[in-house]
T-cell receptor, first 114, second 113 residues
Framework: GDSVTQMEGPVTLSEEAFLTINCTYT??????LFWYVQYPGEGLQLLLK?????DKGSNKGFEATYRKETTSFHLEKGSVQVSDSAVYFC?????????????FGTGTRLTIIP | DAGVIQSPRHEVTEMGQEVTLRCKPI?????LFWYRQTMMRGLELLIY????????DSGMPEDRFSAKMPNASFSTLKIQPSEPRDSAVYFC???????????FGDGTRLSIL
């Protein structure tokens, strides 16, 4: 079945450090890929997405490139801020009628220290 | 635009009581999803609807759980009778169609004593 494997957390970085959170997937078709972010006490928010191979999603300084050859969608940011502290979820979607479900990774908790 | 609205934000009740969680999806969204989030099991999809019709309820843990969507602007998730192991944060999400991202509500934090 479809699955997403995320980098285990928690991850702790200093402010302005470079961030990478790894995500790889297994899918039977051609998925769309997403990164969601969950701030404390809130629901998940879409951070960025990519719908086909070689697409790059970007938002708020975060980027992720859909790599079909390595089945990966790693999240990166060049200089993190304290406000980036949150839990990050990688997810995939293969839309077939009767199977329009997001498959989520387990989440990676990120803490940025000043 | 208003996002997905869930109520209540917090619910504390004793085991054996009936619990009803409510969700108002974003207007115009045809898909509605109910999730449960716990530390142990992460984020689990319980059930989802398309145009008010349940499509997949395979994630509903047992018969104590039921969900309805009587119209396009309202859905409920009911637990009867509730048990302590049902304690979790329950999220509702909606999307315009199957290819569009899901928008999540802020969740209901449920504690069963």
């Amino acid at each position: 079945g479809d699955s997403v494997t995320q980098m285990e957390g928690p991850v702790t970085l200093s402010e302005e450090a470079f961030l990478t959170i790894n995500c790889t997937y297994t899918a039977t078709g051609y998925p769309s890929l997403f990164w969601y972010v969950q701030y404390p006490g809130e629901g998940l928010q879409l951070l960025l997405k990519a719908t086909k191979a070689d697409d790059k999603g970007s938002n708020k300084g975060f980027e992720a490139t859909y790599r079909k050859e390595t089945t990966s969608f790693h999240l990166e940011k060049g200089s993190v801020q304290v406000s980036d502290s949150a839990v990050y979820f990688c997810a995939l979607l293969i839309s077939n009628f009767g199977n329009e479900k997001l498959t989520f990774g387990t989440g990676t908790r990120l803490t940025i220290i000043p | 635009d208003a996002g997905v609205i869930q109520s209540p934000r917090h619910e504390v009740t004793e085991m054996g009581q009936e619990v009803t969680l409510r969700c108002k999806p974003i207007s115009g969204h045809d898909y509605l999803f109910w999730y449960r989030q716990t530390m142990m099991r992460g984020l689990e999809l319980l059930i989802y609807f398309n145009n008010n019709v349940p499509i997949d309820d395979s994630g509903m843990p047992e018969d104590r759980f039921s969900a309805k969507m009587p119209n396009a602007s309202f859905s409920t998730l009911k637990i009867q009778p509730s048990e302590p192991r049902d304690s979790a944060v329950y999220f509702c999400a909606s999307s315009r169609d199957s290819n569009q991202p899901q928008h999540f509500g802020d969740g209901t934090r449920l504690s069963i004593l």
